[in-house]
Structures are given as C-alpha cells and as structure tokens.
C-alpha cells in the first residue's frame, strides 16, 4: 500500500504565497514522476506542474514564473510553492506519484487532495 499525503493549503489574499508538501509513504521502490493538479468547482481536474526524477521540471502556462515544483527523493516528498497566487488558482491541489513497488509493478497514486482559496 502506498499513501500520499498533501498539506499547505489554506485561505490567502491575491498576491500572496503558499507552500504545498506531498509526503509519499509505503511499499515504494521508487517514484518516477511527481506532480500538482487542481480542480476548481465545475471544472475539469487540469495539471499544474510535473516534475520526473532527474528533477526536469513542466508547467501548465498559467503557472509558470509563479510556481515552482521541486522534490527531495530522500524524502518521498513533492513541493509546490505558489507564488503571486490569483483568484483563478482557487482550487483543490491534487498530488499525483508514479511509483513502482517492491513487485517491480507501476502504479499512479493520488493524495486526498487540499484546498487552496485566494480572496480578491
């Protein structure tokens, strides 16, 4: 079994920053891709940003120079730190891992997910 574990969220005015952590834990060999996806009420879940474990970085375009997506393989933990957060990325934050276990089998995991609300 496999858990992802997500904090950070929370309320925070426009402008403002927060620092998202998923925390990976279980019968993991290793984790391959990483990632944040977010879906706002009434839409579609979209992905923010994705990170693979050499650490090559990819963000949806209305992210990219305000957000910034990093792991620490030691760890089992992805970041996302939010910078000059808007209205619109209201949403809840999803974390998403592949990760192969000690049976050699691949698997893509969620996190429960955590609310993010930025007030105008």
């Known amino acids: 079994q496999v858990q992802l574990v997500e904090s950070g969220g929370g309320l925070v005015q426009a402008g403002g920053s927060l620092r998202l952590s998923c925390a990976a834990s279980?019968?993991?060999?290793?984790?391959?891709?990483m990632g944040w996806y977010r879906q706002a009420p009434g839409k579609q879940r979209e992905l923010v940003a994705t990170i693979t474990r050499g650490a090559t970085t990819n963000y949806v375009d209305s992210a990219k120079g305000r957000f910034t997506i990093a792991r620490d393989n030691a760890k089992n933990t992805v970041y996302l730190q939010m910078n000059s957060l808007k209205p619109e990325d209201t949403a809840v934050y999803y974390c998403?891992?592949?990760?192969?276990?000690?049976?050699?089998?691949?698997?893509?995991?969620w996190g429960q997910g955590t609310q993010v609300t930025v007030s105008s």
């Open positions: 998403n891992a592949d990760i192969t276990n000690w049976d050699y089998e691949w698997h893509s995991y």
């Open positions: 279980g019968s993991i060999r290793r984790i391959n891709a």
